[in-house]
Nanobody, 126 residues
Framework: QVQLVESGGGLVQPGGSLRLSCEVSGFFLDYDTIGWFRQVPGKEREGVSALRGSDGKVVYRDDVKGRFTISRESGKDTIYLQMNSLRPEDTAIYYC???????????????????WGQGTQVTVSS
């Protein structure tokens, strides 16, 4: 059974940091792809970052490059998203998603992922 559970969201001031966690079951992270997405009410869900286990390929959306880092703790079925220098425009519900095979050009496309977590709210505000 595939299950993804996000945690780590919360309220943080601009410039602050948060680390999101996605605990995954039913997937083999050494080969599969995990993505982080975010969504603001009334807007489309957008890809933030993704990590492909088979070759370690990592991708980021342009506006989070240098601020966010996706990682996996060796031997654990958990994917992290370290978010630094947070901005008000980063406010959203953040979701993790899983897929068996994703080509590089589609790693930030929500349609590539059939399995989703329930989401965790991130609010950046003073």
């Amino acid at each position: 059974q595939v299950q993804l559970v996000e945690s780590g969201g919360g309220l943080v001031q601009p410039g602050g940091s948060l680390r999101l966690s996605c605990e995954v079951s039913g997937f083999f992270l050494d080969y599969d792809t995990i993505g982080w997405f975010r969504q603001v009410p009334g807007k489309e869900r957008e890809g933030v970052s993704a990590l492909r286990g088979s070759d370690g390929k990592v991708v980021y959306r342009d506006d989070v490059k240098g601020r966010f880092t996706i990682s996996r703790e060796s031997g654990k079925d958990t994917i992290y998203l370290q978010m630094n220098s947070l901005r008000p425009e980063d406010t959203a519900i953040y979701y993790c998603a899983a897929a068996r095979v994703v080509v590089g050009s589609r790693m930030l496309s929500s349609s590539s992922y059939p399995y989703w977590g329930q989401g965790t709210q991130v609010t950046v505000s003073s």
